[in-house]
């Protein structure tokens, strides 16, 4: 979003708006849903940036949590989907980046193109704890017992994955009571 910031501000300066007007429009900038997002629950600091994802979109994401806080770093990521004839290349990238992720504890590959992620990412650091399922659903019934208390869980994925369904698992059951 830092891209986009300078871009709004370039727009802004050139609108005749001085420096202390922008800064003041871009502090009170909210992020829409699903971008970058953190949300806590059940003790794991969830970011959900899961609205979109392409290879450029999902290596700034891994740099981001490099530099959050956290005792565990835990990659969810989602196919990205419409690649087209270059989406086995792609995928298999994102593997080779988060084996080069130090700070990386756990991958998560969700769908068969993060599956490949995975399996590029272990082959190349066996020590990095990695599981992968085939959809959202499946994710969300085995996450709750491989995150923990006080884990960063960063969610990243193409729309059309779904990846919300893994925050489900750890939302709160709600139940009505007959009064």
């Known amino acids: 979003m830092a891209y986009n910031a300078l871009a ?12 202390m007007q922008i800064a003041e429009r871009l502090m009170s900038f909210r992020l829409p849903p699903m971008r ?29 949590i ?8 835990v990659f969810i990521f989602g196919d990205m ?10 995928h298999e990238k994102i593997g080779d980046r988060v084996a080069r992720t130090p700070n ?5 590959g969700i769908g068969p193109e993060a599956t490949r992620a995975v ?23 085995a996450l709750p017992d ?5 884990d960063l869980a960063l969610l990243k994925g193409s729309r059309g994955m779904r990846l919300e369904r893994v925050l489900a698992a750890f939302r ?7 009064v």
């Open 36 to 64: 970058m997002e953190r949300i806590e629950l059940a003790g794991v600091q969830f970011v959900n940036d899961a609205y979109n994802a392409n290879p450029r979109a999902v290596t700034l994401a891994l740099d981001e």
């Open 8 to 19: 709004a501000a370039s727009v802004g300066l050139t609108m005749g708006l001085d420096m």
């Open 146 to 150: 491989i995150l923990r208390e006080g």
């Open 81 to 90: 989907l419409e690649l087209g004839s270059e989406s086995a290349k792609l």
């Open 119 to 141: 399996h590029k990412a272990k082959t190349l650091r066996r020590t990095l704890e990695a599981h992968a399922f085939a959809n959202a659903d499946e994710a969300a019934r």
């Open 104 to 108: 990386l504890g756990v991958f998560v």
């Open 172 to 178: 709160p059951v709600q139940t009505v009571v007959p």
């Open 66 to 73: 490099e530099l959050w806080d956290a005792r565990r770093r």
